[in-house]
C-alpha cells in the first residue's frame, strides 16, 4: 500500500472511529482513543487519560497538521550539527522530529513538565530509537520548584475533565547547559514550545548569546512579536525569518546570533 493510500484509510479509518463515539454519545469516554498515533512518520505515544481527547482526534484526523509553523521552521532553519535544547516536549512528536534530523542523536535535552508525560516520552524514545535525553523540569527564576496544572481526561459525559496541580521542578537554562554532556557549549540550538518561557529566558539569562547560536520560539499571540524581537536583539540575537501563523494560529519566531 502506497504513502497516499495509507493515508486516506487512516483519515477514513478515523473518521469513522470519531462518528461512532459522538453516536454513542460518549466523546468524552476515553477507551476507545488509541494509545499512540503516527506523526511525520514517527511513532508517538499518548495516554487518553492525560492527553487532551481533543488533541488525540486531532491528531487522527490530520497526524501532519500538528504545530506546522515549528516543523516548517524546523525544516528550513535547524542546524544539523549543533547541540538542541528543547523547552516544552509535550507529546514529544517535535522532539523525535528534531532527533531524526541532528547529526549527534545524544547532543539532545527536551524538558517537559508534565509528570504524567515522563512514562510516554519514554515510549516514544525507544519506539523511534531516539538518542534524546528527556528531562522532567521547568525552567523558571523565581523558586525551587513551580506548581503546574495537569488536565486529565476522566470517563464521565457530565464532567469530561478534572484537574490537579503538582509541584515540579525549576531548572534554568545555565544549568541545563552546565550539568549537560554536549561537547560544544558555545553553539546550541534552542527550541521553545512553552508560553511566556522565552521571554522569561531573555530576562533571566544575561549570557545566554555566549552558548546559544539559534533560537526557535513559538507563540499564539501575534502581539508578541515586537517584544520578543526587541529582548532578543538586546541579547545578542537577529530575527531572520517571517513569521506567519498556521492554521492553529501558532507562530514560530527563528533567531540567530549576532
Do not use: W
Amino acid at each position: 500500500m502506497n504513502r497516499t493510500r495509507r493515508q486516506v484509510f487512516a483519515v477514513l479509518t478515523a473518521a469513522l472511529l470519531i462518528a461512532g463515539i459522538f453516536s454513542a454519545g460518549c466523546i468524552s469516554t476515553i477507551n476507545p482513543l488509541p494509545h499512540e498515533v503516527m506523526i511525520r512518520e514517527n511513532v508517538i505515544s499518548v495516554d487518553p487519560e492525560y492527553v487532551p481527547s481533543s488533541l488525540i482526534v486531532s491528531l487522527l484526523m490530520n497526524p501532519n497538521g500538528y504545530e506546522t509553523s515549528l516543523f516548517d521552521a524546523i525544516d528550513e532553519f535547524l542546524p544539523r550539527e549543533n547541540p538542541v535544547i528543547e523547552v516544552g516536549a509535550g507529546i514529544g512528536a517535535v522532539s523525535a522530529y528534531v532527533n531524526d534530523r541532528i547529526f549527534i542523536k545524544t547532543e539532545h535535552i527536551a524538558l517537559e513538565p508534565n509528570p504524567y508525560y515522563t512514562g510516554l516520552l519514554k515510549e516514544t524514545k525507544a519506539k523511534n530509537n531516539l538518542g534524546t535525553r528527556f528531562v522532567q523540569g521547568a525552567i523558571n527564576y523565581d523558586s525551587a520548584f513551580v506548581p503546574y496544572v495537569v488536565a486529565r481526561n476522566v470517563v464521565d459525559t457530565a464532567n469530561a475533565y478534572s484537574e490537579e496541580t503538582v509541584d515540579v521542578q525549576s531548572l534554568t537554562l545555565s544549568q541545563v547547559i552546565q550539568y549537560s554532556s554536549f561537547v560544544d557549549k558555545t553553539s546550541i540550538t534552542l527550541i521553545v514550545d512553552a508560553e511566556g518561557v522565552f521571554e522569561d529566558i531573555l530576562d533571566n539569562e544575561p549570557a545566554l548569546s555566549d552558548a546559544v547560536s539559534v533560537i526557535l520560539a513559538t507563540t499564539a499571540d501575534e502581539s508578541e512579536i515586537f517584544d520578543l524581537r526587541r529582548k532578543a536583539e538586546a541579547a545578542g540575537y537577529t530575527l531572520i525569518n517571517n513569521p506567519a501563523a498556521d492554521e492553529s494560529g501558532l507562530l514560530t519566531l527563528v533567531f540567530k546570533r549576532g
